[in-house]
């Protein structure tokens, strides 16, 4: 991609009780925390919008519309084992996902550098273009990245809290770190809603359907009743509503999954009480079954040791 033709007296607290860096096992995560904030830290944005539930309905968004992409689902497609084991797929991205927004600098430069090492592994021929495709190419890297933090945007805006412009902008400019730590240039990266509606215009032309594409929009809108699955049936089921809801229309019909409004309005309000539901302690195990304990744990720890330097 040319770079111009996209813009720029108590006992142990909750913190305390995740382990210290010295004594954990090598690969943990280490929370972010007051010797080390990470890349955002407790007064930006992200936290607070990676702390609200309803991002997993972003989650969603994000794989119904980066598979409209051939050459990204071209990898997906070839060499992944999502359709298999599509629950550890969806907790490895969540972790992730967690672990650069609330681990400390450190554990968001090792995660995302374990993360580049598979890429260099995943390449081949695109079956729908004849090209060649490579997770470690600029243009599909930015294409991943802009879905889903544009989608973790709209699934907060629609189910999460309201958020002014200026907000909304923060949060975008503050997630080019995160593009960053995968190897894309800060230069092309949009960091403004203005910057993604210009990114997004140029992407349309070459977005299409395809068998692979539409396997994964299955999945998400239609997951399959497997031992993994089942216990989590009627939470994804909803959730996809909500995701199917809140993606662009075009797409939505590119790819055949348009709903009735009642249906988004039922999903709507599931998630938005889902979403408040969630936040409590006592439903981390449940959420923990979904996403991963980490996912769940990694925040929970960062934002007890910010709650702690702020009562200090």
């Known amino acids: 991609m040319e770079q111009q033709l996209v813009p720029q007296g108590v006992t142990q607290s909750p ?23 990470g890349l955002f830290g407790p007064d930006s944005i ?8 309803v991002l997993l309905v972003g989650g969603l968004r994000a794989l119904i519309i980066q598979s409209l992409n051939p050459l990204a689902m071209a990898g997906i497609d070839q060499q992944s084992d999502y359709l298999r084991r ?9 972790e992730y996902v967690a672990t650069v927004v609330y681990g400390d600098t450190g554990t968001a430069e090792r995660a995302s550098a374990m993360v580049r090492r598979i890429h ?20 599909t890297k930015l294409w991943v ?3 889903e933090v544009h989608s ?6 629609a189910y999460g809290a309201r958020m002014d412009d200026a907000d909304q902008d923060a949060y975008l400019a503050e997630q080019v770190r995160a593009a960053e730590l995968m190897g894309i240039p800060a230069e092309l990266v949009p ?32 997951p399959p009743k497997t031992r993994e699955l089942l216990p989590h049936q009627a939470s994804l089921r909803m959730m996809a509503s909500a995701a199917v809801a809140i993606t662009p229309r075009y797409m939505r019909r590119m790819a055949g999954i348009e709903r009735s409004r009642l249906v988004y309005l039922g999903a709507g309000a599931g998630t938005r009480t889902a979403g408040v539901v969630m936040r409590a302690r006592i439903f981390d195990r449940m959420g923990g079954s979904l996403v991963g304990p980490r996912t769940v744990s990694l925040p929970r720890a960062a934002m007890a040791a910010a709650k702690q330097q702020l009562v200090a």
């Open 145 to 147: 990245h802009c879905v």
């Open 120 to 139: 260099t592994r995943v390449r081949g021929i695109d079956p729908i273009t004849g090209s060649p495709y490579s997770a470690e190419d600029t243009e």
């Open 191 to 222: 960091s403004s809603r203005a910057a993604y509606r210009d990114f997004f215009d140029y992407m349309r032309p070459s977005l299409c359907v395809s068998e692979a594409s539409q396997d994964a929009i299955h999945l998400v809108v239609d």
């Open 86 to 94: 599509p629950l550890s797929r969806l907790r490895r991205t969540a």
């Open 46 to 53: 992200s936290w607070r919008v990676h702390s609200n539930p």
């Open 152 to 157: 973790f945007l709209a699934a907060y805006r």
């Open 15 to 37: 913190a305390e009780r995740v382990l210290a860096p010295s004594a954990r096992p090598r690969g943990m995560p280490v929370p972010a925390g007051p010797e080390d904030w």
